[in-house]
Each structure stands twice: as structure tokens, then as C-alpha cells.
């Protein structure tokens, strides 16, 4: 079971658009539809952002965004800003009834 | 809002046991899995593992050697024991849960977690 491959940052202005992606392998990203993302600030716990490969739970910005297509998911974050400077996880259903993470994407708003 | 709790050692000695508690409150243990993840100090979340509410679990296959989670329906608790510790399992622990609807919907995701808890492995 191997970790998910994720860029290690990603950079963006205020007000632009960025996407992160996340690889995986046909026994995972590509065969289950159970992806999710999690944004983390430094000291603090995870925090769900996306399930479902794309479902936004209550009280998340529209500014987040999931898709996915083959073994690859996305993360989508429009309207850049300040406050969304964090670590970015990604995660994934595999099989044996497991789970998998990505290594992690540190965004940062220039 | 439900809210999880990590609890327990912070240092632990190499090759001892490694035990904590995550208690669970504002919320029902049932139709839950009960999850422990780990993040060793600046580097990425790794899963260790999971216990459906009805008991039946799943580990890591890197881990399960060494790893057992119970959970205490009455006492709203769930724990980890991770055997024969040694520097490497030196790590932020975590507690979650992930919704056990049958089949799965797209809320099967970890949608709720603790702070987390330093556990240092040294003599």
C-alpha cells in the first residue's frame, strides 16, 4: 500500500485559481469512488473539505472543489486568499477495506 | 457536535507498548467506523487503522503486526495499542471517525477528528 503522490506545494496570487492533484493506482484512486481532501494548519487537526470524490460537507466554501478522472483526483481551489494557505491531504478507499493518504501539498498564496 | 478526545502517554519507552484512548461525546458510537491516524513530526498522515461500531476492524497491512483498536460502546471510548515502539512510530496521534453507511455513500470520509495527541518514543 503506497502513498498517494501529491505535488509537495503549490503557489498561487490572491484571487487566482489553483488545482492539486492526487495519483494513485487502479487499486485505489481508479477503482473507488471514496476520495476525499483534507486541509491542514500547522498544530491543528485535519479538516474534511471534500468526500464522495467531489461532495462539499456543510459549512465548506464553494471555492473548493473535487473531481476526478482515471487513477488521478483534483482538488480545485478558486478565488485564492490569504486564509487558505495550509497542507492539503488527499485520501482514498483501497482495497481490503483500507485507507491511503497522499504525501501532502503546501499551498501558498504569494 | 460530536467531539473526540485523544488521551494518554506522551512518552513512551522503545520496544514498550504504546496506549491511548480517544473518548467520544455529543454523538453515537453506533454506525461509525473509529479510526486512528497518525502524523510523524513534519511529514504526512498515514492510517493505521479502523473499528466498526459492530467490532469487526481493519489495520494497515504495514502495521497490523503490531496494532490492535478495541472499542467500549458503554463508555463512548475507543483505544490503540501499538506494540514493540520504537523511534520511527514518534508521532502525532489522531483520532477519527468515518460515517458506516451500508452500502457507502460519498460521506465516507473522516468528518470529524481530535486534536491530537504527541506521543515520543525515548528512553
Known amino acids: 500500500q503506497s502513498a498517494l503522490t501529491q505535488p509537495a506545494s503549490v503557489s498561487g496570487s490572491p484571487g487566482q485559481s489553483i488545482t492539486i492533484s492526487c495519483t494513485g493506482t487502479s487499486s485505489d484512486v481508479g477503482r473507488y469512488k471514496f476520495v476525499s481532501w483534507y486541509q491542514q494548519f500547522p498544530g491543528k487537526a485535519p479538516k474534511l473539505l471534500i468526500s464522495g470524490v467531489r461532495e462539499r460537507p456543510s459549512g465548506v466554501s464553494d471555492r473548493f472543489s473535487g473531481s476526478k478522472s482515471g487513477n488521478t483526483a483534483s482538488l480545485a481551489i478558486s478565488g485564492l486568499q490569504a486564509e487558505d494557505e495550509a497542507e492539503y491531504y488527499c485520501?482514498?478507499?483501497?482495497?481490503?477495506?483500507?485507507?491511503?493518504f497522499g504525501g501532502g501539498t503546501k499551498v501558498t498564496v504569494l | 457536535q460530536v467531539q473526540l478526545q485523544e488521551s494518554g502517554p506522551r512518552l513512551v519507552k522503545p520496544s514498550e507498548t504504546l496506549s491511548l484512548t480517544c473518548s467520544v461525546s455529543?454523538?453515537?458510537?453506533?454506525?461509525?467506523?473509529w479510526t486512528w491516524v497518525r502524523q510523524p513530526p513534519g511529514k504526512g498522515l498515514e492510517w493505521i487503522g479502523y473499528i466498526f461500531y459492530s467490532g469487526t476492524y481493519t489495520y494497515n497491512p504495514s502495521l497490523e503486526s503490531r496494532v490492535t483498536i478495541l472499542l467500549e460502546t458503554s463508555k463512548s471510548q475507543f483505544s490503540l495499542k501499538l506494540t514493540s515502539v520504537t523511534a520511527a512510530d514518534t508521532a502525532v496521534y489522531y483520532c477519527?471517525?468515518?460515517?458506516?453507511?451500508?452500502?457507502?455513500?460519498?460521506?465516507?470520509?473522516?468528518?470529524?477528528w481530535g486534536p491530537g495527541s504527541l506521543v515520543t518514543v525515548s528512553s
Open positions: 455529543g454523538g453515537s458510537i453506533r454506525n461509525y467506523y
Open positions: 485520501c482514498s478507499y483501497a482495497s481490503s477495506n483500507t485507507w491511503v
Open positions: 477519527a471517525r468515518a460515517p458506516g453507511h451500508v452500502p457507502p455513500d460519498p460521506s465516507f470520509a473522516f468528518d470529524a
